[in-house]
């Protein structure tokens, strides 16, 4: 815990913020847990899972290095993956950002893509791309825009 809160953690605690939980208490963003408090957080399994907060071992939010995954929290690490038909999900920002910071999230994520592709796949690797709220409608981006160099 002294570990945690120094490295900035905005709530450390056990089994008593696992009660508040259970009672619907959500004013957080990411669970960072110990393997050894992962029986007390697996209750928590029915409320966290469906909103994609229960720590994992293959994200880093179960780790004993907790000082190492608060600060790449902190420092805004971003979680994205593909599903079998090959469509990639990412939060991006909040409705709050102003247009700068939405442009540079979404080319450090389109970068970060085009970075992650396997040296095997041929022809084109990204085909579109569309930006949306939730539950808003979906806007389609140009491609050649996002991939152009930056200018400096």
């Known amino acids: 815990e002294e570990e945690a809160k120094?490295?900035?953690?905005?709530?450390?605690?056990?089994?008593?913020?696992?009660?508040?939980?259970?009672?619907?208490?959500?004013?957080?963003?990411v669970v960072v847990a110990t393997p050894n408090m992962m029986a007390v957080v697996g209750r928590l399994g029915r409320i966290l899972g469906p909103k994609g907060l229960m720590p994992n071992p293959k994200v880093g939010t179960v780790t004993m290095d907790v000082t190492k995954a608060i600060n790449e929290i902190k420092a805004g690490k971003v979680e994205y993956r593909a599903d079998k038909a090959g469509n990639v999900q990412a939060l991006v920002g909040k409705a709050s950002f102003d247009e700068e910071k939405l442009k540079g999230n979404i080319r450090a994520l389109f970068d970060q893509i085009?970075?992650?592709?396997?040296?095997?796949?041929?022809?084109?690797?990204?085909?579109?791309?569309?930006?949306?709220?939730?539950?808003?409608?979906?806007?389609?981006?140009?491609?050649?825009?996002?991939?152009?160099?930056?200018?400096e």
């Open 6 to 29: 120094a490295a900035g953690a905005d709530y450390v605690g056990g089994k008593e913020y696992a009660d508040k939980i259970m009672q619907g208490w959500l004013d957080f963003d």
């Open 114 to 151: 085009v970075k992650a592709r396997p040296a095997s796949v041929k022809g084109v690797y990204m085909k579109s791309a569309t930006i949306c709220s939730t539950m808003g409608p979906g806007l389609h981006l140009d491609l050649t825009k996002i991939a152009a160099p930056k200018a």
